[in-house]
């Protein structure tokens, strides 16, 4: 069946991109719950934990994205652990997250002079006050920019989720590409609709890479 | 009863011994000036004294808490005894007040309100009450200084560590600071300070403590100090810090 590009078909994309928001709102919060603990236990964990976690950091970020989520949705179903799309594409995709936001807040974290610690010990604090109350803060603050920019990073990312059938924006648009043989009206559409969710992103990142004092308020 | 007394303290880093069986006693209310060249271990003593620095031998005792080389959690002791660095360290994320309030407020779990009193006291006591809401980069470095010297005081510490606090610091900023010190140490406030600025030493410290390869190689009061050395390496320590 051929149709034409036309409204109902925008409205098509617009649907999918709901999948496309769930997926990387999914990706950014479980990537970033592990990514958190991944870089405290890097930094502070003992030796044997950090070189673990060193070694999937540096794991994951060899693999490329598509072969992760090829695992996630073929490997795995191999040996018997089958997922749905929306799930192997979360799982991939977090794994994924979680090394990168894991490695970008473990040097905020680093980067916290060591005599930030020494005052905080000075003051007897305990672990978790120095790292509520003195560190995270100031690396929150560091890592805003990065961080934010990396969520343009997932919300592009998600589209090679297309390759297990994962109908998101991309899947769509190549769905609707069958469907219309407009591929310049599709794919400019779908690149519209990456451009939206992607610019205040980016623009927000830009922003918060100049802004001072922003802590954690109590 | 001494506030500080420190007893046979050995320190190595890796295999290179920087505190060589050091023994120092400090009555309240003394004010303790400790002198010597880079290396000499004097900043490792201070840093010891308020387990920053693990001992490997001996004992000290100070506000009635024990460190030993075994000793694991600090924190009691640190509640008692302040020290301010030559960095300052202030926390830049926070206000000055804020600085002052945090470890009222999360490690004596003292009120909001009544941790803002002692801060407002304490930045009296150094003259910044019309800093408390800036934040450390807009202050010059000796009201950081002073601010982080107020930080420590509002922890209400039976001793008081510096260590070589003006350091960093402009020439034109040091006096400030000094004054700061001069006044805690005339309010009573047990001192422990290393510096190297002869001439406050020789007119706050009640006794100055020569440090020497990771030893205690002389000590006495200060006015004697300066004036008749009697170790050649003091002589010689005090001529070239003349220059």
């Not at chain 1, 980067?111 to 995270?136: C, F, G, H, N």
């Not at chain 1, 830009?206 to 802004?211: D, F, H, I, N, Y």
């Not at chain 2, 006096?175 to 001192?191: C, D, I, P, R, S």
Request: glycine share 8%.
């Amino acid at each position: 069946m051929i149709k034409s590009f036309g409204w109902d078909s925008v409205e098509f994309l617009l649907f999918a991109t709901r999948w496309t928001l769930l997926l990387s709102a999914m990706t950014f919060v479980l990537g970033g719950i592990f990514g958190l603990i991944f870089a405290l236990l890097r930094v502070l964990g003992p030796r044997p934990v950090q070189l673990l976690i060193a070694g999937y950091t540096q794991l994951i970020q060899a693999t490329p994205l598509l072969i992760l989520v090829f695992i996630a949705f073929y490997g795995l179903s191999f040996l018997g652990l089958y997922f749905p799309p929306l799930i192997a594409a979360a799982i991939s995709l977090s794994m994924y997250t979680t090394a990168f936001l894991g490695d970008i807040w473990r040097g905020c974290i680093e980067s916290i002079p060591r005599q930030q610690w020494e005052a905080a010990d000075a003051l007897a604090m305990t672990l978790p006050q120095k790292l509520r109350y003195v560190i995270l803060p100031q690396a929150l603050r560091i890592s805003l920019g990065p961080t934010v920019g990396f969520m343009v990073q997932i919300v592009k990312n998600t589209s090679v989720t297309a390759l297990i059938g994962f109908v998101e924006l991309t899947r769509a648009g190549q769905l609707l590409n069958n469907m219309t043989f407009q591929p310049f009206a599709v794919f400019m559409t779908v690149a519209a609709i990456y451009f939206t969710i992607c610019y205040p992103l980016s623009f927000i990142s830009q922003r918060l890479k100049g802004s001072r004092h922003v802590g954690l308020a109590h | 009863m001494s506030a500080l007394r420190i007893s046979n303290i050995q320190k190595f880093f890796g295999p290179v011994q920087v505190l060589n069986d050091v023994s120092l006693d400090v009555e309240p209310s003394e004010v303790v000036a400790v002198i010597g060249r880079s290396g000499s271990g004097k900043s490792t003593m201070l840093r010891c004294i308020n387990g920053l620095e693990r001992i490997q031998k001996g004992s000290i005792e100070v506000a009635g808490h024990t460190i030993t080389p075994s000793s694991g959690d600090l924190r009691a002791l640190r509640k008692d005894v302040g020290i301010v660095f030559q960095s300052y360290n202030l926390f830049p994320h926070l206000t000055v007040e804020e600085n002052i309030m945090l470890a009222p407020v999360v490690v004596k779990r003292m009120r909001r309100e009544e941790a803002r009193e002692i801060a407002a006291d304490v930045l009296g006591r150094v003259g910044l009450s019309e800093k408390k809401d800036a934040y450390a980069d807009e202050l010059s470095g000796g009201q950081q200084q002073r601010v982080a010297i107020a930080r420590s005081l509002a922890m209400r510490p039976k001793v008081m560590l510096f260590d070589e606090v003006t350091s960093a610091l402009d020439p034109e900023l040091t006096g400030e600071v000094l004054k700061t010190m001069e006044e805690l140490a005339k309010a009573g406030m047990t001192m422990i300070l290393v510096t190297h600025e002869m001439g406050f030493a020789r007119q706050v410290a009640n006794r100055t403590v020569f440090m020497h390869h990771g030893r205690i190689w002389e000590q006495g009061p200060s006015a004697e100090m300066f004036t008749a050395p009697k170790t050649p390496e003091l002589r010689n320590f005090i001529a070239s810090s003349l220059k």
